[in-house]
């Protein structure tokens, strides 16, 4: 079964600044995709960026960024420029290219709480 | 408007009451789910729906049920209902044509006293 692991509960950047969350998995599939959510206090969980695994070049979306290693087995997100409007719990999440059954759901990590500061 | 919506947003109920959380979607999307979220779990899988005719267990489906009345429309049911589902309800949706990503609903806050 894959996991997600997010071993920074919290982290904390300041206006304007860069901060780097970071999420591990484990896989023995070659074929799947890994996204970044974020679910800011209103709950809502938005898809801020989603990563193909047989894609070598990671994925940009504005201000934030992956840095994907598959061989490690990591996908990070990079904010950058970060504004107040980025503070929020964000969501490493596994889905495999099967698509089918239940390996077509989300796998969780637990998440990391961003604060952002002046 | 929302492209997935949820009723109620807030709802508290009591030991034993049923209660059914309902969602809808104007994405055209053949797939949906509904996931469970607790603090420090993340969000857990009851059960998913690829078409009106497929309905398939997650895995913490015990305890619940659901119906998908039509594509867009998805129901999640708490037959009797206990205080350990209390948590935040989500319904999501996706596309199968595409790898991009499942897109979620407001949630539901159910509190179960």
């Known amino acids: 079964a894959q996991t997600v692991t997010q071993s920074q509960p919290e982290m904390s950047v300041q206006e304007a600044e860069t901060v780097t969350l970071s999420c591990t998995y484990d896989t023995s599939e070659s074929d799947y995709y890994l996204f970044w959510y974020k679910q800011p206090p209103s709950r809502q969980m938005i898809l801020v960026i989603r990563?193909?695994?047989?894609?070598?070049q990671n994925a940009t979306e504005n201000r934030f960024s992956v840095n994907f290693q598959k061989a490690a087995k990591s996908f990070s997100l990079k904010i950058s420029d970060s504004q107040l409007g980025d503070a929020a719990m964000y969501f490493c999440a596994y889905r495999s290219g099967r698509n089918t059954g239940t390996a077509s759901k989300l796998t969780f990590g637990t998440g990391t709480r961003l604060q952002v500061t002046l | 408007d929302a492209d997935v919506t949820q009723t109620p947003r807030n709802r508290i109920t009591k030991t034993g009451k049923r209660i059914m959380l309902e969602c809808s979607q104007t994405?055209?999307?053949?797939?949906m789910y509904w996931y469970r979220q607790d603090p420090g779990l993340g969000l857990r899988l009851i059960y998913y729906s690829f078409d009106v005719k497929d309905i398939n267990k997650g895995e913490i489906s015990d305890g619940y049920s659901v119906s998908r009345q039509a594509q867009a429309k998805f129901s999640l049911s708490l037959e009797s209902a206990i205080p350990n589902q209390t948590a935040l309800y989500f319904c999501?949706?996706?596309?199968?044509?595409?790898?991009?990503?499942?897109?979620f609903g407001p949630g539901t806050r159910l509190t179960v006293t």
């Open positions: 990563q193909e695994a047989y894609k070598q």
């Open positions: 994405k055209g999307h053949d797939r």
């Open positions: 999501a949706t996706s596309d199968s044509r595409t790898g991009r990503g499942q897109y």
